[in-house]
């Protein structure tokens, strides 16, 4: 792989907050430029909304290119799935890729398949995992191990014998509650109606109150025939917070559709390792044998 950085990554937040369009200006080169096979996020941030009404449909689905980002990445991945084009939400390069220590085989893998076999095929669990943060102003960062502890798996509550299948769309929770928010880059409930929605939250840690109330406002908007994937970040020291948060998404998810097939504790976002998870491609959910699959379909 032969990078290249593009403008704005090297100038500064203030400069950026003040220069929206040339976020999306280089958003636009690199998907035109004909030797740029994938395009990855830097980091991730607060105000991605803003480049959105500098961005051009049109030049964007005639030069359809991958996209790798995670958390306000979010942003860009639904504008491309409202333009019909796969983005990764996963693979952002100083929180996935430039990782403390080495880069989890887990990560590579999948990042791997995303890049060269353009579909995960079926990802299994991640062995272990830590949301331990990370600091770049380390100067030992290279050689910094986090810690990992076991992985629990998947939960799967789903009604038996009921089979899933739709286009995945989704992200972190805060950023897709703000695109609400500011009636940016979302689906409308028909366009959307029997996908599947996956969502997390960030290092934030919100509490389960303020989730289920976002949770409460996208089944409000409508954005309800979908089957969820949660993932909530946390240590062992704090199982009861993640008990928590499960325990009222089901309820807020099953108050606006029964019937739904919730998955959590799947390997994506603001956790290590991860799989870029493929928004605007298909994903199918099967709690007989419990696997998620994603079928090649673009």
């Known amino acids: 792989m032969n990078p290249r950085v593009y403008p704005t990554v090297k100038k500064d937040p203030e400069y950026l907050f003040d220069h929206p369009e040339e976020r999306a200006r280089d958003v636009h080169d690199a998907f035109q430029d004909p030797d740029v ?3 990855f996020a830097t980091i991730g941030g607060a105000d991605q909304i803003r480049i959105l009404k500098h961005l051009d449909p049109e030049r964007l689905r005639e030069n359809p290119t991958r996209f790798f980002g995670t958390s306000d990445n979010a942003c860009l991945a639904s504008y491309l799935w409202g333009c019909g084009i796969v983005s990764y939400y996963g693979g952002t ?5 430039a990782t403390p220590g080495s880069l989890p085989e887990y990560t590579e893998r999948y990042l ?4 060269f076999d353009e579909t995960l095929r079926t990802p299994e669990p991640a062995d272990e995992w830590t949301d331990e943060p990370i600091d770049w102003a380390n100067d030992d960062y290279e050689h910094t191990e ?3 502890e076991t992985n629990p798996g998947r939960q799967w509550h789903t009604p038996e014998g009921t089979v ?6 989704g992200g972190c929770l805060t950023v897709l509650q703000a695109l609400l928010a500011g009636d ?3 689906p409308s409930p028909t366009a959307i109606d029997g996908d599947v929605l996956a969502i997390e939250t960030s290092e934030e840690l919100p509490s389960a109150d303020k989730v289920g109330l976002m949770m409460s406002c996208l089944g409000e908007r409508g954005l309800r025939q979908t089957c969820t994937h949660e993932h909530d970040p946390g240590v062992k020291s704090r199982e009861a917070y993640r008990e928590h948060q499960r325990s009222i998404i089901q309820d807020i998810v099953h108050t606006y559709n029964p019937g739904a097939a919730i998955v959590s504790g799947l390997d994506f976002a603001h956790t290590s390792p991860t799989a870029p998870i493929p928004i605007c491609d298909r994903v199918v959910i099967d709690p007989t044998t419990k696997t998620i699959k994603f079928p090649k379909s673009y």
């Not at 791997?112 to 890049?115: F, W």
């Not at 899933?164 to 769309?169: A, D, H, K, Q, Y």
């Open 112 to 115: 791997r398949r995303a890049l």
């Open 146 to 148: 986090p810690t990992f």
């Open 164 to 169: 899933v299948e739709g286009r995945l769309w």
């Open 93 to 97: 390069l100083l929180s996935d890729v």
């Open 37 to 39: 096979s994938a395009v």
């Open 184 to 186: 940016r880059a979302v």
